[in-house]
């Protein structure tokens, strides 16, 4: 499956985007979609994560609250809202899905297919 973000850019801190990725060439809702980011200098961390069918998610502790992970499995694309956003939330994004049908977790490594990544940066 291929997978393209967008939806990053510039944003006072209190602000609010929403990243989108879009997949092809896989059957979308057979996959959780987990969004990560990585900030200059960090390791990549996990945000937030969806089940197959939109049920089920999960946050990382810093975002919940404030982000919203969702899907559209019609469109094939899943978003991240971000409000109330802060510096410490630049970096860049990533949307990413493990193999067909396998569950939802926070590590990275258990992501086979990612996005290209999308910057977001939060001014103070």
């Known amino acids: 499956v291929q997978l393209q973000a967008s939806g990053g850019g510039l944003v006072q801190a209190g602000g609010s985007l929403r990243l989108s990725c879009a997949a092809s060439?896989?059957?979308?809702?057979?996959?959780?979609m987990g969004w990560f980011r990585q900030a200059p200098g960090k390791e990549r961390e996990f945000v937030a994560a969806?089940?197959?069918?939109?049920?089920?998610?999960y946050y990382t502790d810093s975002v919940k609250g404030r982000f919203t992970i969702s899907r559209d499995n019609d469109k094939n694309t899943v978003y991240l809202q971000m409000n109330s956003m802060k510096p410490e939330d630049t970096a860049v994004y990533y949307c990413?899905?493990?193999?067909?049908?396998?569950?939802?977790?926070?590590?990275?490594?258990?992501?086979?297919?990612w996005g290209q990544g999308t910057q977001v940066t939060v001014s103070s």
């Open positions: 969806i089940s197959w069918s939109g049920e089920t998610t």
């Open positions: 060439g896989g059957a979308f809702s057979t996959y959780v």
């Open positions: 990413a899905a493990p193999g067909q049908w396998v569950a939802m977790n926070r590590q990275s490594g258990g992501y086979e297919y």
